[in-house]
């Protein structure tokens, strides 16, 4: 749980403008964002406590992520990306000792937040002495305030100059005996809540004819049911056609096999919840791609959203028939 001392833009998590189903862009009119609609988190605290994971971890979760900025620039950055539209709308900034010049100006800058209406959280990371120490020692590296002399009056230092920072956080979390995935855990929890709500679900539909998924953690196979294709009224349609999807949802079985699915699939999402898996992919195939997967798999996803999950939904094989469409 090492800190890298080298400053480090990471990249945003923003979702594409391109619908997957169409392969259209969707253009929408950029209106300036109210800075009360912005969200910005400081993730802080001891060096090896571990925010350098606690910043991948917060990435994933869909924020644009800075890594060691200077505070005073919070200000100025929240101003462009109000201003100018911009879809992010949930900036984390690592702030630590190694922008220590600029450390003075932090208390400054959050009063200044609070004035625009931007909504700030504190999330201070900790640990014990003894573990710091052991940690610096696996890395072999020594601590940005040790200045030559020994290790622990580095941490001592650094205890000093964040003892107001730390009791102005929101959320302190002590990592002297969690591993990286239960800190994972912790995080998530923080900041979406536990349990299944912070899963994030992704159905995509394909055609076995055009090669099974390697990136699928699920793979149900629905081709025991009535092929539409065979319907001449349905052939030219696709499984997001009303027809299609009365006609595969109506057909024996359809329902039971949902059902089923649905509970496996949800055992399977506590379960990953549990142990840092917070996104799952899951293929549903027939054999062209275009009408049974296509609405089984739009119907499992709205089952699951019953449940509160964040679902997701493309269909592999519309996507490139529309894409060849497109091109000729």
């Known amino acids: ?89 949930r900036l984390a900034a690592v702030i630590d000792v190694r922008s220590r010049s600029y450390f003075d100006d932090l208390s400054a800058v959050l009063s200044h937040l609070d004035d625009l209406g931007v909504k700030t959280r504190i999330l201070f990371l900790d640990a014990d002495d003894g573990v710091l120490i052991k940690r610096y020692e696996s890395v072999r590296r020594p601590h940005p305030l040790q200045h030559g002399n020994r290790l622990i009056d580095g941490i001592h230092e650094e205890r000093e100059l964040l003892a107001n920072l730390k009791e102005r956080a929101n959320t302190v979390i002590d990592t002297s005996s969690l591993s990286i995935h239960q800190l994972s855990t912790k995080l998530y929890e923080a900041l979406l809540g536990s349990g299944a709500s912070t899963v994030s679900v992704h159905i995509f539909s394909f055609g076995f004819k055009y090669g099974i998924p390697l990136d699928a953690d699920f793979v149900a196979d629905v081709r025991f049911l009535p092929n539409p294709y065979w319907v001449p009224s349905l052939r030219e349609l696709n499984g997001l056609d009303r027809p299609v999807s009365d006609y595969v949802l109506s057909s024996d079985g359809a329902k039971e096999f949902l059902a089923a699915y649905e509970k496996a699939v949800m055992v399977a999402v506590e379960g990953y919840a ?55």
């Open 1 to 89: 749980m090492s800190e890298a001392t080298a400053p480090q833009e990471r990249g945003s998590r923003e979702k594409p403008l391109r619908d997957e189903a169409s392969g259209d862009k969707a253009f929408e009119t950029q209106i300036p964002r109210p800075a009360g609609e912005f969200e910005v988190l400081l993730i802080t605290g001891m060096s090896g406590a571990g925010r350098s994971h606690a910043a991948d971890c917060v990435e994933d979760m869909g924020w644009y992520v800075v890594d060691n900025m200077p505070p005073k620039l919070l200000v100025p950055l929240v101003d462009m990306m109000t201003a100018s539209a911009s879809k992010v709308h």
């Open 274 to 328: 549990k142990e840092d898996k917070h996104y799952v992919t899951i293929a549903v195939g027939c054999t062209g791609g275009q009408h049974r997967s296509v609405a089984m798999g739009a119907a499992l996803a709205q089952r699951l959203r019953a449940h509160g999950l964040s679902v997701t939904v493309s269909a592999r094989e519309l996507h490139r028939r529309q894409r060849k469409l497109g091109e000729a």
